[in-house]
């Protein structure tokens, strides 16, 4: 699959006239939970040509490439990225930490090295708390739910008690997280459902579980109020992520 993906995005930058200086899996494989029907989420970092950002004319900085049962594959233009990255958005972050990388270049590792610099503790929090509160709320109310979508707020949970505790992006991997705060009492609940889910194709409906059901409830309130006495972070400058950009597309 490696190599499939490569002749892909070899295809997109003779396509498109760009220069692809990252490329990582995202969602469920790099999360270390997929499903064997699971396609595979491809994304990546481009940059274009100099005379595509001296036009007045406003032009596409997403490319979306494919979308079907197997691939999932689109891209974002340096510029968006940087900006992005300026007002701290999550999912740079996770970009950088994906444990599966497609392509990366030296052009990436300039990024790469000042990205941290711009992780801001408070709205990452919001972030991950906002999207556990919404599938939450939306899946896993009912007596039989998306078995699925328990990760889809565990892992986030956890992702929030990673910044409270360490103050840096928390890693991709979902073992990696549950490893060092997943609470013991629901720890062989949560390794099962781990277990079904990557072992099962149409991993689907089933009872709610209740033990989990509580941990989750309980937290969604406890990192509330952890997030709300916290006090808002200064925005960063924008000098480093101006020489950045200009190194790149001019290189």
């Known amino acids: 699959m490696f190599k499939a993906i490569s002749k892909k995005l070899d295809e997109i930058e003779q396509a498109e006239d760009i220069r692809i200086i990252h490329c990582v899996e995202s969602g469920s494989r790099a999360w270390g939970f997929p499903s064997p029907d699971s396609d595979y989420d491809v994304r990546f970092i481009y940059v274009r040509p100099l005379e595509h950002y001296l036009k007045l004319e406003k032009?596409?900085?997403?490319?979306?490439?494919?979308l079907d049962d197997v691939f999932d594959i689109n891209g974002w233009?340096?510029?968006?990225?940087?900006?992005?990255?300026?007002?701290?958005n999550p999912t740079i972050f996770e970009w950088n930490s994906?444990?599966?990388?497609?392509?990366?270049t030296e052009d990436w590792e300039k990024i790469s090295n000042a990205i941290n610099g711009y992780f801001n503790t408070k709205s990452g929090l919001y972030h991950y708390l906002s999207t556990a509160k919404k599938n939450y709320f939306e899946y896993l109310q009912d007596d039989f739910v998306k078995l699925k979508k328990y990760f889809y707020v565990l892992?986030?949970?956890?992702?929030?008690?990673?910044?409270?505790?360490e103050g840096t992006p928390p890693p991709m991997l979902f073992?990696?997280?549950?490893?060092?705060?997943?609470d013991e009492s629901i720890k062989s609940d949560?390794?099962?459902?781990?277990?079904?889910?990557?072992n099962t194709p149409e991993f689907g409906m089933g009872k709610k579980i209740e033990s989990i059901n509580s941990y989750i409830?309980?937290?969604i309130d406890i990192l509330q109020e952890s997030i709300n006495r916290l006090p808002a972070e200064p925005m960063r400058s924008?000098?480093?992520?101006?020489?950045?950009?200009?190194?790149?597309i001019k290189s």
């Open 59 to 66: 032009t596409d900085d997403v490319i979306e490439w494919q």
């Open 77 to 88: 233009d340096i510029q968006k990225t940087l900006r992005l990255l300026h007002k701290s």
């Open 98 to 104: 994906s444990p599966i990388i497609y392509k990366t």
């Open 155 to 165: 892992r986030p949970i956890l992702a929030c008690k990673w910044i409270l505790s």
């Open 175 to 182: 073992t990696e997280l549950a490893d060092k705060y997943l």
């Open 190 to 198: 949560v390794e099962h459902l781990l277990f079904v889910k990557m």
């Open 217 to 219: 409830e309980e937290n």
């Open 238 to 248: 924008w000098d480093k992520l101006d020489a950045i950009f200009l190194s790149l």
